[in-house]
T-cell receptor
Framework: AQSVTQPDIHITVSEGASLELRCNYSYGATPYLFWYVQSPGQGLQLLLKYFSGDTLVQGIKGFEAEFKRSQSSFNLRKPSVHWSDAAEYFCAVGPGRGNEKLTFGTGTRLTIIP | DAGVIQSPRHEVTEMGQEVTLRCKPISGHNSLFWYRQTMMRGLELLIYFNNNVPIDDSGMPEDRFSAKMPNASFSTLKIQPSEPRDSAVYFC?????????FGPGTRLTVL
């Protein structure tokens, strides 16, 4: 069965500091991986996705993620966070076909302090 | 493109009443997903449709919940009768290929 683990429920970082959010997955086939962001009161928005090729993928808002097959990880990073990055972040895994469901992690809430 | 449209955005109702949530997916998208989000249980997939056909409804909590997709541009999620434990934010998402586009959600409060 597929699963996604986000071990950090809540992370607090200072504005301008670097950020890394962890995501580990379990999937029986080649995983297709996603990171979504949810701002308060909003729906989820796709930050980036990995299907194949270069294991370092770039997304919107200056985010990037690295796929590491040996560690079953897909961690999200940003070199310098902005106050507007405060949100909930979800990692998800799926088969990559649009008509199949994704499995989401439980999310990591990011707080930014001045 | 207006994105995924959900209505109402907020719904407050009393226990025992029928609630209908509505979703208009992005034009041309052929899959639609209904999710529920709560603090306790996080984001849960309730049901999803491909080409208007329900594929997996294993996440529907019980018979009080039902979902329909009569055509490619409209879907409903109905709760009858509603209970306080149904209070949550309900999201609809549509997809054509790999990216799920989420609507803004409906915040349901059952008193």
């Amino acid at each position: 069965a597929q699963s996604v683990t986000q071990p950090d429920i809540h992370i607090t970082v200072s504005e301008g500091a670097s950020l890394e959010l962890r995501c580990n997955y379990s999937y029986g086939a080649t995983p297709y991986l996603f990171w979504y962001v949810q701002s308060p009161g909003q729906g989820l928005q796709l930050l980036l996705k990995y299907f194949s090729g270069d294991t370092l993928v770039q997304g919107i808002k200056g985010f990037e993620a690295e796929f590491k097959r040996s560690q079953s990880s897909f961690n999200l990073r940003k070199p310098s966070v902005h106050w507007s990055d405060a949100a909930e972040y979800f990692c998800a895994v799926g088969p990559g076909r649009g008509n199949e469901k994704l499995t989401f992690g439980t999310g990591t809430r990011l707080t930014i302090i001045p | 493109d207006a994105g995924v449209i959900q209505s109402p955005r907020h719904e407050v109702t009393e226990m025992g009443q029928e609630v209908t949530l509505r979703c208009k997916p992005i034009s041309g998208h052929n899959s639609l997903f209904w999710y529920r989000q709560t603090m306790m249980r996080g984001l849960e997939l309730l049901i999803y449709f491909n080409n208007n056909v329900p594929i997996d409804d294993s996440g529907m909590p019980e018979d009080r919940f039902s979902a329909k997709m009569p055509n490619a541009s409209f879907s409903t999620l109905k709760i009858q009768p509603s209970e306080p434990r149904d209070s949550a934010v309900y999201f609809c998402a549509s997809t054509l290929y790999n990216e799920q586009f989420f609507g803004p959600g409906t915040r349901l409060t059952v008193l």
